[in-house]
């Protein structure tokens, strides 16, 4: 059963930095799609960064320049990297994690409990 457990998130005053965690257990996490999506109050879920098992990434446009993913298959982790950020920025972050499960069966999806940023003006 694959768990994911993210630590990282507080408060921060606008223009501070923060780094999630997300430690993943039990799946090959080499072989796995990251990212990170947040929810506001009131709003839906919306994807912030993926990463693919490529390497390869994808940015939301509001978090360009300003937000970095990464992961450390050493040890099961992916991060979110977050500098400059705005009060809007404000909302709880969810680690999501795509395995592959082979071509029968496809991508299995997998979600952090979620950490909340709060954000300062």
């Known amino acids: 059963q694959v768990q994911l457990v993210e630590s990282g998130g507080g408060l921060v005053q606008a223009g501070g930095s923060l780094r999630l965690s997300c430690v993943a257990s039990g799946t090959i996490f080499s072989r796995d799609d990251l990212g990170w999506y947040r929810q506001a109050p009131g709003k839906e879920r919306e994807l912030v960064a993926r990463m693919f098992s490529s390497g390869s990434t994808f940015y939301e446009d509001s978090v360009k320049g300003r937000f970095t993913i990464s992961r450390d298959n050493a040890k099961n982790t992916a991060y979110l990297h977050m500098n400059s950020l705005k009060p809007e920025d404000t909302a709880v972050y969810y680690c999501?994690?795509?395995?592959?499960?082979?071509?029968?069966?496809?991508?299995?999806?997998?979600w952090g409990q979620g950490t909340q940023v709060t954000v300062s003006s």
């Open positions: 999501y994690l795509g395995e592959n499960a082979g071509s029968r069966i496809g991508v299995l999806d997998y």
